[in-house]
């Protein structure tokens, strides 16, 4: 049988609006077609797993960021080596911050991040809230649920997720939403993103499957009810 193993970074402090079932979504597809998936949560001062297949780290609160930062840094070399290593990694809001370069709060702390990602973001006065609908050539329209003070600029030459139809992104002025790298997806989309987007979900595990096992490919799924809440958070009003 074949198993993938997910790293689910921080979920006590960094898991907002749903992003736990991120790594729910990333097992049912899993094993709705026959792969095992071991989700392995990791907290402050616990050991990595040997083998890593997935990364996925969610949103927080700038001073649950702020609890993980030291954290963090501890893991960054691991995590820079996987994800230049083509492993797949999604990050949501809080910890797509921190895997850019800084997140400075509105409040005045600076809160360093590991700078995977060539991005700098910055706390607003404002609240960026709401429904989001963004489309991105490689996945078609992504769908979620936004709120964060970040605003995120991506140094030139960084690739964006995706463009904004409706709604803030990445910092409400330049109409980019997330960043990629490799196989890394950085977003601010909760909801949680993957249930209705389950594209983003599949790519994850398609990518594990290449790197593990030498073959990504995936048996279709039906997707209809993840098809319908996709339809439905799309037509949310902001
Ligand atoms: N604390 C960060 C901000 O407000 C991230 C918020 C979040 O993860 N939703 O920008």
Request: proline residues 5%; hydrophobic residues 35%; negative net charge.
């Amino acid at each position: 049988m074949k198993e993938l193993t997910i790293l689910h970074l921080y979920p006590h402090e960094m898991n907002l609006y749903g992003d736990h079932g991120n790594v729910l979504t990333l097992k049912r597809r899993c094993e709705w077609r026959g792969i095992k998936a071991n989700i392995v949560a990791y907290e402050p001062g616990d050991k990595l797993p040997k083998n890593i297949d997935i990364i996925f780290g969610g949103g927080g609160q700038d001073s649950g960021q702020s609890v993980i930062q030291d954290s963090l840094h501890q893991l960054a070399p691991t995590l820079k080596s996987l994800v230049s290593a083509g492993t797949p990694a999604l990050v949501i809001c809080g910890l797509y911050q921190l895997f850019g370069k800084f997140f400075k709060t509105f409040d005045g702390e600076t809160i360093p991040g590991i700078g995977i990602l060539n991005v700098e973001t910055i706390g607003g006065a404002e609240r960026l809230i709401g429904n989001i609908v963004c489309e991105s050539e490689e996945f078609g329209e992504i769908v979620g649920y936004e709120n964060h003070s970040g605003q995120t600029f991506l140094s030139k030459g960084v690739q964006p997720l995706a463009r904004v139809v409706r709604g803030a992104g990445n910092n409400g002025q330049d109409g980019f939403e997330g960043a990629r790298l490799n196989n890394l997806i950085g977003s601010y989309l909760h909801g949680p993103i993957l249930p209705k987007n389950p594209r983003l979900a599949d790519f994850l595990i398609s990518k594990a499957l290449e790197n593990k096992y030498g073959d990504g490919a995936l048996e279709p799924l039906s997707d209809a009810a993840e098809n319908l809440a996709h339809q439905s958070s799309a037509s949310r009003p902001r």
